[in-house]
């Protein structure tokens, strides 16, 4: 303790300044009886070498000391002020397991420090090394280190939805011309990714051909796998079903159905309109892993085109 005046005085270049003059405001809750004010105030006096409590009627400085009973000892917190009330600094001391005489040295040390640094510092004696040490050196104040706020948490991922849809589509390359036909939708929803599952059944669109006329429809389930950023999706898409072909006005001819497969992609917009209710457009390109070919005797009527296009308009209801 005795390095603290010096280290002040260092700091400060030990400047000559004029004499403090200061008054203690107490508040003692239960050690009225141990630290005497007068005591208090001789002992302060005694270390900068004069009386800091006399000489002025109005001070120019203000300590407020606080001096509270602990289980081990005391506990006291000095706050200095200004003679305009204005907070200076404020430090806090403990003395444990000592009595009224250690806690009296403790704090004349402390507020000597606070009122007079300086004249503290000259005065102070240089303490000459110990020969060799007496006793164990007191355990260093430990500063116990708080503990960073916890993180704040993470919000929870929106549940997924399902939803229902039902539209309307016209289709062109799935038969001899532009067909019509309608879709059959159920959607699991999850924030960047959903899953369609449905139906599609093209009507029958025919074409003339010798006389008479040939037709071909569709009806197939589809599944499709969606990225989704808002309101918008990017699908691979896969049909599996069958595709019938009938001919009419033509001798012996009689329908067939066969298998049909297909693979492209889809792309589509939904929006919103009031509650559970939203409109979703979509465009589809697929191409047929089977390709129907519609021979009328020994002629060929009409063959499946490499490529299929299909633009849909669908009403969406979420289911939850």
Excluded: K
């Excluded at 129907?292 to 499946?304: I, M, P, R």
């Amino acid at each position: 303790m005795a390095a603290l005046p010096s280290l002040l005085c260092a700091g400060l270049l030990c400047a000559p300044t004029p004499p403090a003059h200061v008054r203690i405001a107490f508040s003692r809750a239960g050690a009225e009886a141990c630290v005497p004010q007068a005591a208090l105030e001789g002992a302060i006096s005694a270390l900068l070498g004069y009386d800091p409590f006399a000489g002025r009627a109005a001070p120019d400085r203000e300590v407020e000391l606080s001096i509270t009973p602990e289980a081990n000892g005391f506990s006291a917190r000095l706050t200095l002020r200004d003679a305009r009330g204005t907070f200076l600094g404020e430090r806090t001391l403990a003395v444990m397991a000592g009595g009224c005489e250690d806690l009296t040295e403790a704090l004349a040390l402390a507020l000597a420090t606070a009122i007079d640094p300086v004249r503290l510092a000259a005065r102070a004696p240089v303490a000459p090394a110990p020969a060799a040490p007496a006793s164990p050196a007191a355990p260093a104040p430990v500063c116990e280190a708080q503990a960073p706020p916890p993180a704040p948490p993470r919000p929870a991922a929106p549940p997924p939805e399902l939803t229902a849809s039902l539209g309307a589509l016209g289709a062109l390359g799935a038969a001899p011309r532009l067909n019509p036909g309608a879709l059959l939708d159920l959607t699991l929803r999850f924030p960047r990714f959903a899953l369609m599952l449905g139906g599609r059944a093209d009507w029958p669109a025919s074409a003339s051909f010798g006389g008479g006329n040939v037709s071909t429809a569709l009806l197939t389930g589809e599944i499709a796998p969606c990225f989704r950023a808002g309101g918008f999706g990017a699908c691979a898409l896969a049909l599996v079903g069958s595709e019938t072909a009938a001919a009419s006005g033509l001798p012996g001819s009689t329908p067939r159905a066969a298998f049909y497969a297909a693979a492209g992609a889809r792309l589509l917009g939904e929006w919103t309109i009031a509650g559970p209710f939203a409109v979703r457009a979509a465009a589809d390109l697929t191409a047929p892993l089977t390709r129907e070919n519609v021979l009328v005797g020994d002629a060929l009527a009409f063959t499946s085109p490499a490529l299929a296009i299909a633009g849909s308009l669908s009403a969406v209801l979420r289911l939850y």
